[in-house]
């Protein structure tokens, strides 16, 4: 955190428009940093009282108006970034906002760069890691479930469930650890002070936090889902219908989609990025040949395929080579399309631990059963409480923590070896809110944020 990590985040001051580009009724110019005062001095003629919103004028060097506006004064520590803060509120054209930038870097800040403002509130221990990224989460969230997981990181939800787990390690880690002091005693540490008891109470406690969020990730990241398939078994009137809109187009003619065709589409808050591609059959069209090879790319970075079938013809040899060919990672839902046509129901089947859901595209019966099933099978649970917006890294960090209990459970016999993997187990946890973070790690994740935030 701050008193860990030196730099030059205390000793010069920044400034950033903090509100969205473009032109719009109000415009934040968030200034942070020891010449905040002095900026507000030189713009305002006085820095306005601490958190006092106060209407005032601003003007340039020469005396000349700017704009009138509101105008913010917090103090540090009490403040965002944890420094002295300015924010000017003025109207919010693009001009105006680079104008009253301009002055604030002429009054001696410098343009912050992206991220900046809560890199700053991270390294002056008002946020945790988790939480700071939570802030960029947030912004960029792009369903209202997704925004409700973002303002729980945010408010320190994830940060507390990662921190009681931690503490549970160090307490664990310390008694291990206070064991290998006495090597002569004929006392078996590790049974009387229940060490496997707890690694197992961990590893419960860990996959409550894992679950939420995994949950969490869905919603940020959302799914890839590819629909492969033959020509003209309506994969593209499967995406207007999934979309709700006509993003494709549908002709009776095999072989109209020559290229990938994607759409972001929402249920029940997880974004799905679906992805209409070539159908796969042999062919000596040369553009279509293209779209094919196209089709196996979008294919390898699917979460979901779909493979869609003429129910009236059903799974035939080409279906069986294509489902042969997909990756193992990849999850398969089989889709009987044009049930309109066949005269069945819709439905879902589970044929041979495969989902088999049985809807008609063109008049959207059962198109409700695949929206379910496609939730059910990345393990996504509606309306969970205490889901947590979630990284890959945090995933990744939760993954270690698991593996290094699970070799800790199966070293009982060795007390070192336990408190080395319970010292792994700590160190993995603790990447999660900044406690053990690389510089070049923190670099990177701040660089994603927004300029002014």
Not at 3 to 12: E, I, L, M, W, Y
Not at 171 to 196: H, K, N, T
Not at 300 to 316: K, R, W
Request: some cysteine; hydrophobic content about 45%.
């Amino acid at each position: 955190m701050a008193s860990n990590q030196p730099g030059v985040f205390n000793t010069d001051t920044i400034a950033a428009v903090a509100t969205a580009p473009g032109a719009g009724g109000i415009g934040v110019v968030r200034v942070s940093g020891p010449l905040s005062v002095e900026i507000a001095k030189h713009i305002l003629g006085h820095c306005p009282p601490p958190r006092h919103a106060a209407y005032l004028p601003f003007f340039q060097a020469d005396g000349t108006l700017i704009d009138r506006g509101i105008a913010l004064y917090f103090p540090n520590p009490h403040s965002y970034t944890g420094e002295d803060v300015l924010e000017l509120q003025a109207h919010g054209g693009t001009a105006l906002m680079q104008i009253l930038l301009a002055r604030c870097i002429e009054c001696g800040a410098r343009h912050a760069q992206a991220g900046e403002f809560t890199q700053r509130a991270y390294l002056n221990d008002k946020l945790d890691l988790a939480q700071a990224e939570a802030v960029a989460d947030l912004i960029n969230a792009a369903t209202m479930e997704a925004a409700r997981s973002a303002v729980r990181s945010l408010s320190g939800e994830f940060s507390q469930a990662i921190q009681r787990l931690l503490q549970q390690l160090i307490d664990l880690r310390m008694y291990v650890e206070a064991c290998l002091d006495f090597p002569e005693e004929e006392i078996d540490f590790i049974s009387q002070g229940r060490v496997l008891e707890k690694l197992q109470a961990n590893q419960a406690a860990l996959r409550i936090i894992f679950e939420q969020a995994k949950q969490g990730s869905l919603l940020r990241e959302g799914i890839n889902v590819v629909l492969i398939g033959q020509p003209n078994v309506g994969k593209s009137s499967l995406l207007n219908a999934l979309s709700g809109e006509e993003v494709a187009i549908v002709t009776p003619i095999a072989g109209t989609t020559r290229d990938t065709i994607k759409s972001v589409i929402q249920i029940e808050g997880v974004p799905l990025h679906i992805i209409d591609t070539a159908g796969l059959r042999d062919t000596d069209d040369a553009v279509e040949q293209v779209g094919i090879a196209r089709t196996w790319k979008a294919i390898e970075t699917a979460h979901v395929a779909l493979l869609l079938v003429d129910s009236q013809h059903g799974i035939g040899p080409l279906e069986t080579t294509i489902l042969q060919k997909l990756p193992d990672q990849v999850k398969k839902i089989w889709v009987h399309n044009k049930i309109d046509v066949s005269r069945e129901t819709s439905r879902v089947d589970l044929i041979e631990n495969n989902q088999h859901v049985f809807l008609s595209a063109k008049t959207g019966d059962g198109i409700g059963h695949l929206k379910k099933t496609l939730l059910e099978i990345v393990g996504y649970q509606p309306g969970g409480e205490g889901v947590f917006m979630a990284r890959a890294r945090h995933l990744q960090a939760l993954t270690n923590v698991e593996q290094h209990l699970e070799l800790a459970l199966h070293q009982l016999h060795a007390a070192e070896l336990v408190a080395e993997e319970l010292r792994c187990a700590q160190e993995a946890l603790g990447s999660i809110t900044g406690e053990f973070t690389p510089d070049d790690l923190l670099g990177e994740i701040f660089s994603r944020f927004c300029i002014g935030k």
